[in-house]
DNA sequence: CTTGGGGTTGGAAACGTTTCCAGTTACAGT
DNA sequence: ACTGTAACTGGAAACGTTTCCAACCCCAAG
């Protein structure tokens, strides 16, 4: 007595009815008689019926369903980044298939192939700084693209909508920030110069500095890689190499909790002996001690715009007005001002 | 100029072959005729085309998808568990529908309908205390159920497999080290009595201290509500209640933060005046000052596992040596101790 | 009594794939 | 040359759904 799942061919049949019959109750379009529908209902709730998107999916050329493509869920603003589209999603009605680049731009191709063949309605991305030739490819099959956080460059990408945040004015808010308590000689740790992100925040700290006539001095600008024991090493080594450093500017939270651990390792005192800020807020900055000043991005809110405006891209199939992205949409950032920051020691 | 989209037939078509050569040249299976394959296979290239899993799924009779079904994304043990199954599924070739229950049983039964729709092949859930019916019902319509982290009880959820942690030990290790080290009064802060865990670890905690022969002290534990707000409430009512405490352990990392921000906010020095260890091992507790001891369970191995079994499980369809999950995987906890626990005071 | 129309209904096609089965070809062995 | 076999190939069915279209019934209007 091995039972096949139910279709809605046994529920026609224990209906009495045809299938477009049961087709047009249990979607609720097309004209059905009361008398008729009750019994349809009745039937597909006896047999526990439960309709096959698939078999939907094939015949309306859509699957209601949306890819999410970052680089780790493990990091705290890519799981609030998720959050947000989920919560976007569900109320729209749809699911989403998440998957990690785990930066790797071959991974990132693979995926994108993987979600192209089970034809997601769309993708959103917090794209890898690999080549865009993907993207290009699967706008080319019809699917709408939006990115988060950066958008990618390339030939592939143009008129791909995107939901970013001001990192610029939110790096400027920190710099000034420091100028302002009369820190002078600010390091930076920044991220891979390779990710579009580790570029332009270390180019916005450059320029914050300038406009604010302090005077440049490359050796306070220091780049890691993206690992946690290269922003370790990187924050160490800025740390010893210029002990006349009032304050130090992480460009991302694992620079910062270097930061934090090297502050430590090596007995400066939080704010007194040096001030430390970072790029990214995270939980853990509220736990320090002191607590951890910080540029607040709003992650939930990216993911929900994001998801919003890919349901309403202009790529969708169908849709003749290709309004082609426009504009990325610009989120603010927020300083938000803990305990780890005071006026520079009078000397060390 | 409207272009559908690329199908087998136009494949088959440009090739000059049937459907079913080109079915099989894709596909791997059956023989052909090296010069043919190579025609089919240019022309796919040339034509860019991208077989459909829809077609695939329906044929097939299945997708080769998952659902991943759990509280909060951005809980960060949640976090990594889902970075486990995603390790997992990825590397079996399967795709994963993650959605977040927010702790909502009925919302929880509404995912499972939508995973079951989809045709998922299997789901993997850390379930929510609701009542176990959309279990029972998702594994009747003949897919397979994991559950990691707990299990839920109920009629509908017997011999489904399960990824647990001995969280019994991990309280025992935790109560066993303060106890080591002097203490007496150890309060306790413990998650909702409704959920599983939290009534678990609380009932450890208690016999935990009863077999080391402390005298029970009811007044010492308290419960919060699985809110940030109710956590710090709790929190406060115990340190300003019982000024006696030398020790506080926290149920889950909610708490913890709250006992190290009430603390903080009584001017207690860690471990000085009061102790405080949790369960739990988050990524903040190493950047506190001082690092939080606590008990680490294997999150990500979990979502691993977890994939792992769904995927060979007895209830899957056409497998008729029901092994019915067996006994639950246990998975051990690790207490790490770092600078937040020390001897008691003297004197308070 | 006939006609027309609106409300219901079911058959069948279509969606894109895989696979069974039968048909074709090529070639080796007699 | 004939047969047998193996390799290759293509048509068609099947998967579960939606929707077009034709058919049907019933009743009111002419």
Chains 1, 2 share one sequence.
């Not at 110069?193 to 600008?221: H, I, K, M, N, Q």
């Not at 807020?281 to 000043?293: G, K, M, Q």
Request: charge should be neutral; aromatic fraction near 4%; include cysteine.
């Amino acid at each position: 007595m091995t039972s096949r799942p139910i279709t809605i061919k046994d529920v026609a049949a224990a209906a009495g009815v045809g299938v477009a019959t049961v087709s047009r109750v249990l979607s609720g379009s097309g004209s059905v008689s009361p008398r008729t529908r009750e019994r349809v209902l009745a039937a597909a709730r006896e047999l526990d019926y439960r309709p096959s998107a698939l078999g939907r999916s094939l015949k309306l050329q859509r699957t209601g369903g949306i890819g999410l493509l970052i680089p780790d869920v493990t990091d705290p603003f890519c799981a609030e980044l998720v959050a947000g589209v989920l919560a976007c999603a569900s109320s729209l009605g749809q699911h989403v298939i998440v998957d990690a680049s785990l930066g790797d731009p071959a991974r990132e191709a693979e995926i994108v192939d993987r979600l192209v063949e089970q034809r997601v309605e769309g993708i959103i991305a917090l794209p890898t700084r690999g080549d865009a030739a993907h993207w290009a490819a699967a706008r080319r099959v019809g699917l709408s693209v939006a990115f988060v956080d950066h958008a990618v460059g390339g030939s592939g990408a143009v008129g791909v909508p995107a939901v970013l945040t001001d990192d610029r004015a939110g790096v400027r808010a920190a710099v000034e920030y420091l100028v302002g308590l009369g820190h002078r000689r600010i390091g930076f740790l920044g991220g891979p110069a390779a990710t579009p992100t580790g570029r332009l925040r270390a180019d916005a700290f450059t320029e914050a500095l300038a406009d604010l006539s302090v005077t440049p001095d490359a050796g306070l600008l220091v780049r890691a890689r993206s690992s946690r024991d290269s922003a370790y090493a990187a924050a160490a080594s800025l740390f010893q190499r210029r002990a006349d450093l009032t304050a130090v500017l992480a460009g991302n939270h694992i620079l910062g909790e270097a930061a934090v651990l090297v502050a430590r390792e090596f007995d400066l005192r939080v704010p007194a002996d040096v001030s430390i800020a970072m790029i990214e807020d995270v939980a853990w900055a509220e736990l320090c001690d002191p607590p951890l000043t910080a540029v607040a991005r709003p992650a939930r809110d990216m993911g929900y715009r994001a998801c919003e405006l890919l349901l309403r891209d202009p790529n969708r199939p169908g849709d003749r007005t290709r309004r082609e992205g426009g504009r990325p949409v610009m989120l603010p950032t927020e300083l938000i001002v803990r305990g780890s920051c005071g006026p520079p020691a009078r000397t060390r």
